[in-house]
């Protein structure tokens, strides 16, 4: 059974970080292409970050580039999202999916269930 699993979320004041975890079980981890989405309430979920199975390509959307950093640990099976200079636009439930080149969130075929980042300010 394919099982993501998120954590590391929190509350958190402006300008501080967060390192999101998440931890795959089921599956070979280290084959596949992994991406970091958030939903914030009434919003599409959107893409946030991707790394594939090398750890050596990354993507970034413009709202979090230079301040988001994407990494890969294929030995521990855990991917990881750190998060610095966090802004109150960045609340949202984030999620890790598996799967896709992409920044379409269809294109992933599965997902944590999500952990909460709230930056207060």
């Known amino acids: 059974q394919v099982q993501l699993v998120e954590s590391g979320g929190g509350l958190v004041q402006v300008g501080g970080s967060l390192r999101l975890s998440c931890a795959p079980s089921?599956?070979?981890?280290?084959?596949?292409?992994m991406g970091w989405f958030r939903q914030a309430p009434g919003n599409e979920r959107e893409f946030v970050a991707g790394?594939?199975?090398?750890?050596?390509?990354?993507d970034y959307s413009d709202s979090v580039k230079g301040r988001f950093t994407i990494s890969r640990d294929n030995a521990k099976n855990t991917l990881y999202l750190q998060m610095n200079s966090l802004k109150p636009e960045d609340t949202a439930v984030y999620y890790c999916?598996?799967?896709?080149?992409?920044?379409?969130?269809?294109?992933?075929?599965?997902w944590g269930q999500g952990t909460q980042v709230t930056v207060s300010s």
């Open positions: 790394i594939d199975w090398t750890g050596r390509n990354k």
């Open positions: 999916a598996r799967g896709a080149s992409s920044r379409f969130p269809g294109e992933y075929a599965y």
């Open positions: 089921g599956w070979s981890f280290s084959l596949y292409t």
